[in-house]
């Protein structure tokens, strides 16, 4: 028997029906009740969650018109029992699902696009429009979703006959449907839709856009409504309170100066890059070796490139191993080539000669030692002997 269902009256959380069936699934039970105010998942919101009488109702399906509760627990057949939805979940649902409705009906007004895809998810809302919005567009939208909010327009839920329903301008036509649902709010969107909604907008409380992207030809708008807006948007004050905090700046003037940081940021990074090419550049002419056995060079601070240029020019003027040393936080950063000595199978060695950690090629190995500056000179005085 198909189940008899009541949330036409979005606003109905409690009720009483007579337990059908009851069947012992993955996991738990699914029980089916003469009729039931649970919504089943469908166009892209998830089934209710709650309670019937002792038993937790973890999830709501339908199949082929039958509304299938899955229980934690089982139900005796035959018995009456109290549904109670999980009321606030199911309003912030129904916030957003009517909220979307909302919105959507200005961008329809606007350039008659359609909601080609709607998920309503546990933190985010997407609706995906047949076209392209701009900022503008959106934002003006959005506006007079609020305004309809404040003007609290009613909502209602109808079935039309056929003949009302050829001649009804409603978005999401369905063909060849029988008892097509239609959602309407007042004056501003008429809409088929199967999901529970609220009695009027002003029960959405707020709608906000938070951003949109092109999605597939035309866009994907992710909005939040009511309570969820609400809170997504107390915790993003408290960012912005945060970084103005820090930054000593009025909220309105964070971005401005983030901006100016990250331009002063990258203008030192480029004085200390030019430093570091000049230093670079001054090794490289300061680099000596008459008799061509292994030998090292100490420096401040150089970003892994400078120490792999001065290495490249170093090698060159050794029949042994070159060695750039580059002060670190523990000791020194290092890179070693050398043209004839095999590295990659001496790097264990050298390694624990200087306490240090790398490996890399035959013809250059990196890492990073502990070793004072006299100790490593003395070790690569040792490594031609
Ligand atoms: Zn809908």
New binding site residues.
Partial sequence: MVTQKLFDDGELFEFEGKVLSCEQVKKGYEVTLDKSAFFPEG???AGDVGTLGNAKVLDTQEREGIVYHKTDKPLEVGSTVTGVIDKDIRLRRMQN?SG??LIMGFIHQMLGYDNVG?HLGKDEVTLDLNGVITDEQLRECELKANKAIARDVKITVSYPDDQTLASLDYR?KLENMQNIRI?TIDGIDV?A???P?LSSTGKIGLVKVLSHESYKGGTRVHILCGLDAVEVFSQRLDTVREISRLLSAKPEKAADFVSKLLSDNNALKQQLADIAAKQTDEIIKGLSNDGRGSFCVFADSLDMNSMRRIANEGVALTDGVFGVFSAAANGYSYIMASSSVALRARAKEINAALGGKGGGSDAMIQGSVTADEKTIREFFGTLDT
């Fill in positions: 166009g892209g919101q699902h979307e409705h709607f999401s959602v809409c839709c199967c999901a909604h």
